[in-house]
């Protein structure tokens, strides 16, 4: 059997692969096994932030692999505690739960607010508060966290004591009564899998107004927007707030699996002694990783990620077949005439690899990819929609 029909026989069949098998690459070309090479425009998910196989990954993931590739949380480990500095240094916040995934850093951010909430304001305040469009996760309590139903429908009964409510629309905000007993509000600044969609600066205000008046948690979910993804290290410090808890997972650390949930002043000792835990969380190697990138985005480089956002945005905005493009930074949800779908099998085709986000064509190209490639990209990318 060949790999296609090898995965279709015997992994799960929660994927629509398209019949591509990826090989190998450098930065952001990729090659299939045919030999035929494609321009990346979807780091695997917003994951491999510096592309794939980029040497400065790889040494600081070898050089970890040859010192202890894993120890359990019963021992201190070096790249964990630093990993932990850098973040906290970087944001303001003061300490980090590592998991292993987005969907574990929600976990954690969930747990922490029912925790700080039962001890703050009473066991009943329970409820956590998300948008509509929203997307947080597949496990159980993620999966009610997604203000999506599509999602829901046949995994019910899922965790009880979510609310979701309509992103943008201060009146919704409002319309939250005190007997909603709400312990925190989960945000996605830029809503990725709902279309690329960034939250009005006028609503983020509100809402950060909203939670400090009532005494509810901020919490914004980074997993896609974070690490350098926006142009700036976290999407949050576009809107000129501070969460009281960020979750971040995806680019983290580059294309080896790690999640992390920052927690600010407010809750930074919620968590005690058995509280929470995870196996595989702060995993040496993947830390050393997360290291190496997150030391990368230097603000001149951030400064770089905002150029190539405002060049491939310029270079697709106006387009025939193009009807808008919206996001943040690195992070481009595109309006096409034509189905969306069909975009990104043309674009394939012409050795392109675009995702998709709702109706939308999606571009999440690795943060450090050359402008010689963005603007090949875009020139089929505009043809595809043509
Ligand atoms: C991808 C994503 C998640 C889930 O992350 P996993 O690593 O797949 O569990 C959660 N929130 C947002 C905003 C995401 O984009």
């Known amino acids: 059997m060949d790999i296609m029909q090898l995965?279709?026989?015997?992994?799960?069949?929660?994927?629509?692969?398209?019949?591509?098998e990826i090989v190998s690459g450098k930065g952001s070309l990729v090659r299939d096994a045919a030999g035929k090479e494609y321009i990346d425009m979807g780091s695997g998910i917003a994951v491999t932030s510096f592309g794939v196989a980029d040497d400065e990954w790889i040494a600081a993931v070898e050089a970890q692999i040859h010192r202890v590739q894993h120890m359990s949380n019963l021992y201190y480990t070096a790249p964990c505690a630093n990993l932990a500095e850098a973040l906290c240094l970087r944001?303001?916040?003061?300490?980090?739960?590592?998991?292993?995934?987005?969907?574990?850093?929600?976990?954690?951010?969930?747990?922490?607010?029912?925790?700080?909430?039962?001890?703050?304001?009473?066991?009943?305040c329970s409820t956590i508060v998300t948008l509509e469009?929203?997307?947080?996760?597949?496990?159980?309590?993620?999966?009610?966290?997604?203000g999506q139903d599509h999602y829901h429908e046949l995994f019910r009964p899922?965790?009880?004591?979510?609310?979701?409510?309509?992103?943008?629309?201060?009146?919704?905000?409002?319309?939250?009564?005190?007997?909603?007993?709400?312990?925190?509000?989960?945000?996605?600044?830029?809503?990725?899998?709902g279309g690329v969609i960034p939250l009005d600066p006028g609503y983020v205000s509100?809402?950060?107004?909203?939670?400090?008046?009532?005494?509810?948690?901020?919490?914004?979910?980074?997993?896609?927007?974070?690490?350098?993804?926006?142009?700036?290290l976290y999407a949050y410090m576009h809107y000129g707030i501070r969460p009281d808890v960020v979750t971040t997972a995806k680019g983290l650390a580059g294309g080896l699996p790690l999640g992390a949930c920052l927690l600010g002043e407010r809750v930074q000792n919620v968590l005690s002694f058995g509280d929470h835990?995870?196996?595989?969380?702060?995993?040496?190697?993947?830390?050393?990783?997360?290291?190496?990138?997150?030391?990368?985005?230097?603000?001149?480089?951030?400064?770089?990620?905002?150029?190539?956002?405002?060049?491939?945005?310029?270079?697709?905005?106006?387009?025939?077949?193009?009807?808008?493009?919206?996001?943040?930074?690195?992070?481009?949800?595109?309006?096409?005439?034509?189905?969306?779908?069909?975009?990104?099998?043309?674009?394939?085709?012409?050795?392109?690899?675009c995702l998709t986000a709702k109706d939308k064509v999606r571009l999440l190209p690795a943060l450090n990819i050359p402008e010689e490639l963005l603007r090949n990209a875009a020139a089929v990318l505009r043809a595809a929609c043509a």
């Open 7 to 20: 995965d279709q026989t015997y992994v799960a069949g929660t994927y629509k692969r398209f019949p591509v």
């Open 91 to 124: 944001t303001g916040m003061k300490k980090v739960f590592f998991g292993n995934s987005g969907a574990e850093a929600n976990e954690c951010a969930i747990k922490v607010a029912r925790k700080w909430a039962a001890e703050t304001k009473g066991p009943a």
């Open 133 to 146: 469009n929203s997307f947080h996760g597949r496990t159980l309590t993620t999966l009610a966290a997604t």
């Open 158 to 193: 899922l965790t009880p004591g979510f609310i979701h409510i309509p992103a943008n629309d201060p009146d919704a905000l409002e319309k939250l009564c005190a007997d909603d007993a709400i312990a925190a509000v989960l945000i996605e600044c830029v809503q990725g899998e």
């Open 206 to 232: 509100a809402l950060n107004d909203f939670v400090r008046r009532r005494n509810i948690l901020l919490m914004a979910d980074e997993v896609q927007t974070g690490n350098g993804r926006t142009g700036l």
């Open 277 to 353: 835990g995870s196996t595989f969380g702060g995993n040496p190697v993947a830390s050393a990783a997360a290291l190496s990138v997150l030391n990368r985005l230097t603000d001149s480089f951030l400064a770089e990620v905002r150029a190539k956002g405002a060049l491939l945005r310029s270079l697709l905005e106006g387009a025939p077949g193009i009807l808008s493009v919206s996001g943040l930074g690195l992070m481009l949800g595109i309006r096409t005439e034509k189905p969306a779908a069909e975009v990104v099998r043309t674009c394939m085709e012409h050795g392109v690899l």
